[in-house]
């Protein structure tokens, strides 16, 4: 039995950033500390340093996409587990190997041709700063050095790596009223 009476727990975020949400076009992921939960770990020489992500998050991306939001990642990180993950996702946009992410901005900004306010970036550290006080809604997870949650809009409830980017991916959900073309028995 479906149950239609549970609330959206997010209900009060989507009203008070609405106008921000509307205007989103372009949303812009960092990965670790956001897509993961920052931890790092060896797995062998084939395909280096390595990471969990978390698939709600990955499937949300996919479903921005379907919104007609274009889907990018933005990452300092270069190792093969990285680059494939978000290769098989076949995201929008997708650079890595940088810490200074400004000019992936600028980059993904001239091709799409659209103004700061159209995009959001999520991300977690200091020299992600330069994006995230520049774009139209900036967010970061809760479990964020405080200097970041000091200067972003929003901070998701969940922490790095435990489905905070699903949690960004839900507020569009339920503002567009969205629901994925699933096949019915």
Request: net charge negative; charged share 25%; proline share 3%.
């Amino acid at each position: 039995m479906i149950n239609n009476n549970i609330p959206f727990p997010h209900h009060d975020v989507v009203m008070k950033f609405q106008k921000q949400l509307e205007k989103i076009q372009v949303a812009l992921f960092d990965v670790d500390g956001i897509l993961t939960d920052g931890r790092v770990y060896w797995d062998g020489n084939e395909v280096g340093f390595n990471r969990f992500y978390h698939v709600r998050d990955g499937y949300g991306l996919k479903l921005m996409q379907e919104m007609g939001i274009k889907v990018g990642i933005i990452s300092g990180g270069n190792s093969v587990g990285l680059i494939k993950r978000f290769e098989n996702l076949k995201i929008d946009f997708f650079y890595y190997g940088n810490e200074d992410k400004r000019k992936a901005y600028l980059e993904i900004k001239e091709k799409v041709n659209l103004s700061d306010e159209h995009f959001l970036y999520m991300a977690d550290e200091h020299f992600d700063l330069p994006i995230l006080n520049k774009v139209g809604l900036s967010i970061t997870v809760a479990d964020a050095p405080w200097a970041i949650r000091n200067q972003v809009h929003y901070i998701t409830e969940k922490n790095s790596g435990m489905g905070a980017v699903r949690e960004v991916v839900d507020l569009f959900l339920y503002l567009k009223k969205f629901s994925p073309k699933i096949e019915q028995f």
